[in-house]
């Protein structure tokens, strides 16, 4: 499956994770239409914005993404986590996404991109 063209939004707090994985997104042809570090900005741009698959770090410095899932989840839009924590860190309600384990390669990150896509 081919996903060049996926347009992916992400929320990262961490300044290497986010640059490394908006690298791997290029290297996959993705296009990444905007990425947020702080919790109150991903859940401006969770209401607004755009996108085929979100990438949500489950720790946004020292906050829980839950918000911002829930939102996703209302607008019917897709996404899945990223987080070094496992299952159990993930929302309760969320809990049946896909999880990106941190660290994490290209490969695994495709698997998950494509999980979402065809779900």
Known sequence: ?????????????????????????EDLECQVVA??????????????????????????AGRRID???DLLAARGLRFFFATGYGHTSL??????RVVLAKPYRKRDLEAALAAVALA
Do not use: K, Y
């Open 1 to 25: 499956m081919s996903l060049a063209g996926t347009r992916v939004f992400i929320v990262e707090d961490e300044a290497l994770i986010l640059s490394t994985l908006q690298d791997m997104l």
């Open 91 to 96: 929302p309760d309600n969320h809990r049946d």
């Open 35 to 60: 990425s947020a570090v702080r919790l109150d900005e991903a859940l401006a741009m969770a209401r607004e914005l755009s996108f085929d698959i979100a990438i949500l770090d489950v720790n946004i």
């Open 67 to 69: 918000p911002v899932a």
